[in-house]
Nanobody, 124 residues
């Protein structure tokens, strides 16, 4: 089992930046495929970014490319999401997720471990 705890959410003005963090309970986290998803009110949870176990492959939702960066620190069992140039439409609860295998995946059904989420609010 891998427990995930997100932090770093908050209120930010449009155009601002936030860095989300995800702390994992297990050292095996470093070898797993990992991702960030988000869910806005009334909408389904959607893919934002993913990184494979060795960190060599990343994928991003088209609308966040060039603005968001996923990264990890294996020594600390941490996953990060740097979000720059935030837009109103980025507001959502952001979830950290991990898979039981190393590949990076973009669908929620591929992930077995989920955090509780952290709220990101973007104001105009």
């Amino acid at each position: 089992q891998v427990q995930l705890v997100e932090s770093g959410g908050g209120l930010v003005q449009a155009g601002g930046s936030l860095r989300l963090s995800c702390a994992a309970s297990s050292r095996t986290f470093s070898t797993l495929g990992k991702g960030w998803f988000r869910q806005a009110p009334g909408k389904e949870r959607e893919f934002v970014a993913t990184i494979n176990g060795v960190g060599s492959t990343t994928y991003y939702k088209e609308s966040v490319k060039g603005r968001f960066t996923i990264s990890r620190d294996n020594a600390k069992n941490m996953l990060y999401l740097q979000m720059n140039s935030l837009k109103l439409e980025d507001a959502a609860v952001y979830y950290c997720a991990a898979r039981t295998t190393p590949a990076a995946k973009v669908t929620t059904k591929e992930y077995q471990y989920w955090g509780q989420g952290t709220q990101v609010t973007v104001s105009s």
